[in-house]
């Protein structure tokens, strides 16, 4: 795997989300709140597609931290993103 970076820069996570064809989900759940997760392509059944503005609530009141990648180590655009807990 390639180098990853960390942030909670909420343009930064948005624009690398959008570059790739990425939406702001969260898996369902009957409790507020819920699992973060950037949905590519065909969405799941599990997730379901949030506003910006609900993701990045939850985000914060989380302490998250945005861990991603640009780029595989052949060059080729990636996806890898994970949600961690404030610097975990």
Not at 22 to 38: D, H, K, N, Q, Y
Not at 45 to 66: A, S, V, Y
Not at 72 to 83: A, I, L, P, Q, V
Request: glycine share 12%; hydrophobic share 25%.
């Amino acid at each position: 795997m390639g180098s990853a970076t960390r942030t909670t820069d909420h343009d930064t996570i948005r624009t690398w989300a959008e570059t790739r064809g990425g939406r702001p989900a969260r898996v369902r759940s009957e409790e507020p709140g819920g699992i973060l997760r950037i949905d590519f392509g065909k969405p799941e059944e599990r997730l379901e597609e949030i506003g910006w503005d609900e993701f990045f609530e939850i985000f914060d009141r989380n302490g998250l931290t945005f861990l991603y990648q640009e780029e595989t180590e052949d060059g080729e655009t990636s996806r890898f993103n994970k949600f961690v807990h404030g610097d975990g």
